[in-house]
Nanobody
């Protein structure tokens, strides 16, 4: 059974950092493209970034470029989202996702709140 479990969210002040983790089970993240999304209150789900099957990040949303970094540890079957220089507008529920064909497996999400 495929499962994605995010963790690492919380309350942080503007300018702070958080690292989100997404632990996968039921499949190997190695050689898979994985996505991070977020959904702010009252808004649609936004693609934050994608790490491709070769472990290279192929895209970041303009709003997070140069601040967020996606990485993967195949030995831990985990994908990470390092978030630096956090802004108020980064407040959202963050999800990891495994797109496979026309289907997408989602985690339950982790809340990130940026507030002073």
């Amino acid at each position: 059974q495929v499962q994605l479990v995010e963790s690492g969210g919380g309350l942080v002040q503007p300018g702070g950092s958080l690292r989100l983790s997404c632990v996968a089970s039921g499949f190997s993240v190695a050689h898979r493209a994985m996505d991070w999304y977020r959904q702010a209150p009252g808004k649609g789900r936004e693609l934050v970034g994608t790490i491709n099957s070769r472990g290279r990040v192929t895209k970041y949303a303009d709003s997070v470029k140069d601040r967020f970094t996606i990485s993967r540890d195949n030995t831990k079957n985990t994908v990470y989202l390092q978030m630096n220089s956090l802004k108020l507008e980064d407040t959202a529920v963050y999800y990891c996702a495994w797109p496979i064909g026309s289907e997408v497996h989602w985690g339950q999400g982790t809340q990130v709140t940026v507030s002073s």
